[in-house]
C-alpha cells in the first residue's frame, strides 16, 4: 500500500458511483488488545461482502482520512485512514494503519466478490 | 503405539510462537509431526513492517510463511481446514468435532498439542482446541492419545495450577527462531525485542523474555 492520495482515492470512488458493489468494511483493535494491556476492551467488527449502492462518495480530512458512502436509505462511513492500493484485480482498498504498521481500520470497494 | 504428534492450532504462526520449540524437538529425534492449520490468519493485523502485505494479500503471503515456517520445524504434513480467521466459534461444533475426528482417526496421533479451551486468550484458540478435545474424546480412553494443551491466558496458572510440562527448548532455540522470521509479516514488529537480548534477561517483564527458552503445556485430564 501507499501513503493515501486523496485525490487519486476521490477519483477512484467515482468509479464506483451507482453500481452494485461488494464493500469489506473493518475495524479492529485486535484480538489481544486486552491481554496485552493495550486496551481494557477488546472492540472490532467486520463486514465481507456486504452489496450496497451508493450515489455520493467523499474522501475528506487531512490524513489520516475519512471516507462517507451515501446511500438511497444509510451511509457507510470509515475513519482513520492513512494508506491506498489499487489491487491487480481494480479493487480500491483504504486502511489505516497505527505506528507498528498494525491495521486499525478498512474499507475496500469491489465489483466482484472478495474471496472468502 | 508408534509416536506421531498431531498440531492442531487455527492460525499460520500459532505453531510457531506457542510450541516451535517442542515440535523441533520432536522431528529432529526422528518423531513425525502432522500439523492441522484451521485458517490463514486472514483478519490478522500486522502487515509487515515496513508495511508490505494489505488485507487481501495477507491470507496469500502467509499460506507462503506457514510452509516455510514448517520446514524450518520439519513438521511432515500440513492439513488446512479452509476456514476463516476470527469464525471458528460460529462453525457448527459437530461438524468441526467430526473433522478432527477423521483426520485423528487417519493420523492415529501418540500425541495432540493443541490450544487449551478457555484459556487461550483469542476466540478461534478457544474454539478449535474445544473441537479437538471434544474428537479426541469421542476416543476409548485407551485408544486416545495425550494432549498437550497449550494456555496463555494472563490469569491460566491461576485457574488450571502449575503446567504439567516445562520444556527446556534452548536446544532449538535456533530453529524456533527460523520459524519466527518464516513468518515474517507477523514477527517484524517483535524481531527487534528477540534480537536485542530481552528475552534472555530474567527480570525482564517483556512478554517474549521466555519464547526461545521454555515452552509450557498442561496435560488435559479427560473426565
Ligand atoms: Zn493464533
Same mark, same amino acid.
Given at each position: 500500500m501507499n501513503p493515501l492520495n486523496k485525490s487519486i482515492v476521490q477519483t477512484e470512488l467515482?468509479?464506483?458511483?451507482?453500481?452494485e458493489v461488494y464493500l469489506h468494511l473493518e475495524t479492529t483493535n485486535g484480538a489481544y488488545a486486552v491481554h496485552r494491556q493495550e486496551s481494557n476492551m477488546t472492540v472490532g467488527a467486520y463486514?465481507?461482502? +456486504?452489496?450496497?449502492?451508493? @450515489? %455520493?462518495?467523499i474522501i475528506t480530512g487531512a490524513g489520516p482520512y475519512r471516507v462517507g458512502l451515501k446511500m438511497e436509505i444509510g451511509w457507510v462511513y470509515?475513519?482513520?485512514?492513512?494508506?491506498y492500493e489499487i489491487d491487480p484485480e481494480g479493487r480500491l482498498l483504504l486502511a +489505516?494503519?497505527?505506528?507498528? @504498521? %498494525?491495521?486499525a481500520v478498512a474499507l475496500e470497494l469491489s465489483l466482484s466478490p472478495f474471496e472468502l | 503405539m508408534k509416536e506421531h504428534v498431531l498440531v492442531v492450532f487455527p492460525h499460520p504462526d500459532d505453531e510457531t510462537f506457542g510450541c516451535g520449540g517442542t515440535i523441533a524437538q520432536f522431528t529432529k529425534s526422528g518423531v513425525p509431526v502432522t500439523y492441522v492449520c484451521g485458517t490463514l490468519g486472514q483478519m490478522g493485523r500486522n502487515m509487515?513492517?515496513?508495511?508490505?502485505?494489505n488485507r487481501e494479500s495477507l491470507p496469500i503471503i502467509r499460506e507462503v510463511e506457514l510452509e516455510i515456517a514448517c520446514q524450518a520445524l520439519g513438521i511432515q504434513r500440513l492439513i488446512q481446514l479452509g476456514l476463516r480467521d476470527k469464525t471458528i466459534e460460529f462453525e457448527d461444533p459437530e461438524l468441526l468435532t467430526d473433522k478432527l475426528e477423521q483426520i485423528i482417526l487417519e493420523v492415529?496421533?501418540?500425541l495432540v498439542l493443541t490450544h487449551y479451551p478457555g484459556h487461550a486468550v483469542h476466540p478461534d484458540h478457544n474454539a478449535l482446541g474445544d473441537v479437538t478435545i471434544r474428537a479426541v474424546s469421542r476416543l476409548s480412553p485407551q485408544e486416545r492419545p495425550t494432549v498437550y494443551a497449550h494456555a496463555f491466558a494472563r490469569d491460566c496458572q491461576d485457574q488450571l495450577g502449575k503446567p504439567d510440562i516445562i520444556n527446556d527448548i534452548t536446544d532449538v532455540a535456533e530453529i524456533k527462531l527460523a520459524a519466527i522470521r518464516a513468518h515474517r509479516s507477523q514477527s517484524q514488529v517483535i524481531l527487534p525485542r528477540l534480537s536485542n537480548g530481552q528475552f534472555k534477561n530474567p527480570s525482564s517483564k517483556n512478554?517474549?523474555?521466555h519464547m526461545l527458552t521454555r515452552e509450557s503445556f498442561w496435560i488435559y485430564r479427560f473426565l
Amino acid at each position: 500500500m501507499n501513503p493515501l492520495n486523496k485525490s487519486i482515492v476521490q477519483t477512484e470512488l467515482d468509479r464506483f458511483l451507482n453500481r452494485e458493489v461488494y464493500l469489506h468494511l473493518e475495524t479492529t483493535n485486535g484480538a489481544y488488545a486486552v491481554h496485552r494491556q493495550e486496551s481494557n476492551m477488546t472492540v472490532g467488527a467486520y463486514i465481507r461482502n +456486504g452489496l450496497i449502492r451508493f @450515489g %455520493r462518495g467523499i474522501i475528506t480530512g487531512a490524513g489520516p482520512y475519512r471516507v462517507g458512502l451515501k446511500m438511497e436509505i444509510g451511509w457507510v462511513y470509515a475513519e482513520g485512514l492513512t494508506d491506498y492500493e489499487i489491487d491487480p484485480e481494480g479493487r480500491l482498498l483504504l486502511a +489505516g494503519h497505527d505506528q507498528e @504498521g %498494525r491495521l486499525a481500520v478498512a474499507l475496500e470497494l469491489s465489483l466482484s466478490p472478495f474471496e472468502l | 503405539m508408534k509416536e506421531h504428534v498431531l498440531v492442531v492450532f487455527p492460525h499460520p504462526d500459532d505453531e510457531t510462537f506457542g510450541c516451535g520449540g517442542t515440535i523441533a524437538q520432536f522431528t529432529k529425534s526422528g518423531v513425525p509431526v502432522t500439523y492441522v492449520c484451521g485458517t490463514l490468519g486472514q483478519m490478522g493485523r500486522n502487515m509487515g513492517k515496513p508495511l508490505f502485505a494489505n488485507r487481501e494479500s495477507l491470507p496469500i503471503i502467509r499460506e507462503v510463511e506457514l510452509e516455510i515456517a514448517c520446514q524450518a520445524l520439519g513438521i511432515q504434513r500440513l492439513i488446512q481446514l479452509g476456514l476463516r480467521d476470527k469464525t471458528i466459534e460460529f462453525e457448527d461444533p459437530e461438524l468441526l468435532t467430526d473433522k478432527l475426528e477423521q483426520i485423528i482417526l487417519e493420523v492415529k496421533p501418540s500425541l495432540v498439542l493443541t490450544h487449551y479451551p478457555g484459556h487461550a486468550v483469542h476466540p478461534d484458540h478457544n474454539a478449535l482446541g474445544d473441537v479437538t478435545i471434544r474428537a479426541v474424546s469421542r476416543l476409548s480412553p485407551q485408544e486416545r492419545p495425550t494432549v498437550y494443551a497449550h494456555a496463555f491466558a494472563r490469569d491460566c496458572q491461576d485457574q488450571l495450577g502449575k503446567p504439567d510440562i516445562i520444556n527446556d527448548i534452548t536446544d532449538v532455540a535456533e530453529i524456533k527462531l527460523a520459524a519466527i522470521r518464516a513468518h515474517r509479516s507477523q514477527s517484524q514488529v517483535i524481531l527487534p525485542r528477540l534480537s536485542n537480548g530481552q528475552f534472555k534477561n530474567p527480570s525482564s517483564k517483556n512478554s517474549y523474555n521466555h519464547m526461545l527458552t521454555r515452552e509450557s503445556f498442561w496435560i488435559y485430564r479427560f473426565l
